[in-house]
C-alpha cells in the first residue's frame, strides 16, 4: 500500500509520473542529495534557483520521487482555458487571482488553501530564469516568503544545477544526449522565527527574502563547488528586463 497522505493520491500525477519519468531518465541521470529534508507530510513551501525552462519538470519529478506531489502556483484565468484548466484541476495546482495593478495579489488565499489542505507548493523565488550572466540567483521577489510567513508554513531551500545544460537558457535549443546529470540539493527549513509576531510589512519581506536567496546561493556554491556571487545580480541595475528574452 503507498504511503503517500490522501491528498497526494491524484490519478493525474501517477498517469503523468508513469509516462515522463521513464523518458526524462533516458537523457538525464538524477542525483538527489539530502532529500530527507523534504517533509513526509504537511504544507511547505519549497524554493529552487531558476536556471531554465526546463525546472518545473525537473524539481517537480524529484519532489514526486520523495513521496509528494508538487503543486505549482497558476494564474486563475488558466483554470477556464480548456483541456489545461482540467489538468490544472485534476492535479490539485494552485489556482491565484491576479486583480488590479500588483502581480500575484491574492498570496494569502493561496497560502491558506495550501495550509488547509497540507500541500507542497513550489514556489521560484526569483520570478523568472535568473539574468546572471554566471547563473547565480538574482535578487529574489516576496511571494514565497510572504506565503510562508502569513500562513505559518516550512520555506525550504532547494538548488539544482546540471539541467541548463539540457536546455540553455534564452539559447535555445534541446540537448538530451549525451545522457547529463542533474544534481538537486535541499536545504533545512529557513529560520523564520524572528519574525513571529512582527507585521509582514516590507522591512521584514526583504530581510526573510535576503535569507533565503542566501541558503539557496549557499546551495548551489555546494553543489558547483564555487563561492557565489556576493552580490546578487539586479536585472534592472544592468537595464535588463524581468520576463522574455533579453
Same mark, same amino acid.
Given at each position: 500500500?503507498?504511503?503517500?497522505?490522501?491528498?497526494?493520491?491524484?490519478?493525474?500525477?501517477?498517469?503523468?509520473?508513469?509516462?515522463?519519468?521513464?523518458?526524462?531518465?533516458?537523457?538525464?541521470?538524477?542525483?538527489?542529495?539530502?532529500?530527507?529534508?523534504?517533509?513526509?507530510?504537511?504544507?511547505?513551501?519549497?524554493?529552487?534557483?531558476?536556471?531554465?525552462?526546463?525546472?518545473?519538470?525537473?524539481?517537480?519529478?524529484?519532489?514526486?520521487? %520523495?513521496?509528494?506531489?508538487?503543486?505549482? /502556483?497558476?494564474?486563475?484565468?488558466?483554470?477556464?482555458?480548456?483541456? @489545461?484548466?482540467?489538468?490544472?484541476?485534476?492535479?490539485?495546482?494552485?489556482?491565484?487571482?491576479?486583480?488590479?495593478?500588483?502581480?500575484?495579489?491574492?498570496?494569502?488565499?493561496?497560502?491558506?488553501?495550501?495550509?488547509?489542505?497540507?500541500?507542497?507548493?513550489?514556489?521560484?523565488?526569483?520570478?523568472?530564469?535568473?539574468?546572471?550572466?554566471?547563473?547565480?540567483?538574482?535578487?529574489?521577489?516576496?511571494?514565497?516568503?510572504?506565503?510562508?510567513?502569513?500562513?505559518?508554513?516550512?520555506?525550504?531551500?532547494?538548488?539544482?544545477?546540471?539541467?541548463? /545544460?539540457? %536546455?540553455?537558457?534564452?539559447?535555445?535549443?534541446?540537448?538530451?544526449?549525451?545522457?547529463?546529470?542533474?544534481?538537486?540539493?535541499?536545504?533545512?527549513?529557513?529560520?523564520?522565527?524572528?519574525?513571529?509576531?512582527?507585521?509582514?510589512?516590507?522591512?521584514? @519581506?526583504?530581510?526573510?527574502?535576503?535569507?533565503?536567496?542566501?541558503?539557496?546561493?549557499?546551495?548551489?556554491?555546494?553543489?558547483?563547488?564555487?563561492?557565489?556571487?556576493?552580490?546578487?545580480?539586479?536585472?534592472?541595475?544592468?537595464?535588463?528586463?524581468?520576463?522574455?528574452?533579453?
Amino acid at each position: 500500500m503507498s504511503d503517500k497522505p490522501k491528498s497526494e493520491k491524484i490519478p493525474v500525477f501517477r498517469f503523468l509520473a508513469g509516462v515522463l519519468i521513464p523518458l526524462f531518465e533516458l537523457f538525464i541521470k538524477f542525483v538527489i542529495i539530502d532529500g530527507e529534508k523534504v517533509p513526509k507530510s504537511g504544507a511547505f513551501v519549497l524554493s529552487p534557483n531558476h536556471l531554465t525552462n526546463l525546472d518545473p519538470i525537473i524539481v517537480g519529478r524529484v519532489v514526486w520521487k %520523495l513521496g509528494r506531489a508538487p503543486r505549482f /502556483l497558476a494564474k486563475a484565468s488558466l483554470f477556464k482555458v480548456f483541456f @489545461l484548466g482540467w489538468l490544472l484541476r485534476k492535479s490539485g495546482q494552485v489556482p491565484v487571482e491576479r486583480t488590479g495593478a500588483v502581480r500575484g495579489s491574492d498570496p494569502l488565499a493561496a497560502g491558506e488553501m495550501i495550509a488547509k489542505n497540507g500541500l507542497a507548493v513550489i514556489v521560484y523565488p526569483e520570478g523568472s530564469l535568473t539574468r546572471d550572466p554566471e547563473f547565480w540567483p538574482m535578487r529574489g521577489k516576496y511571494g514565497a516568503v510572504r506565503m510562508a510567513l502569513e500562513v505559518g508554513v516550512p520555506l525550504i531551500p532547494v538548488a539544482h544545477w546540471g539541467d541548463q /545544460l539540457i %536546455l540553455p537558457p534564452y539559447a535555445g535549443g534541446f540537448h538530451p544526449f549525451p545522457r547529463k546529470t542533474v544534481t538537486v540539493k535541499f536545504g533545512d527549513p529557513i529560520d523564520l522565527s524572528k519574525f513571529a509576531g512582527r507585521q509582514v510589512d516590507t522591512a521584514a @519581506l526583504s530581510e526573510a527574502t535576503a535569507l533565503l536567496m542566501d541558503a539557496i546561493s549557499a546551495l548551489l556554491g555546494e553543489l558547483r563547488g564555487e563561492a557565489p556571487r556576493v552580490e546578487r545580480w539586479d536585472p534592472v541595475a544592468h537595464g535588463q528586463s524581468e520576463i522574455g528574452k533579453f
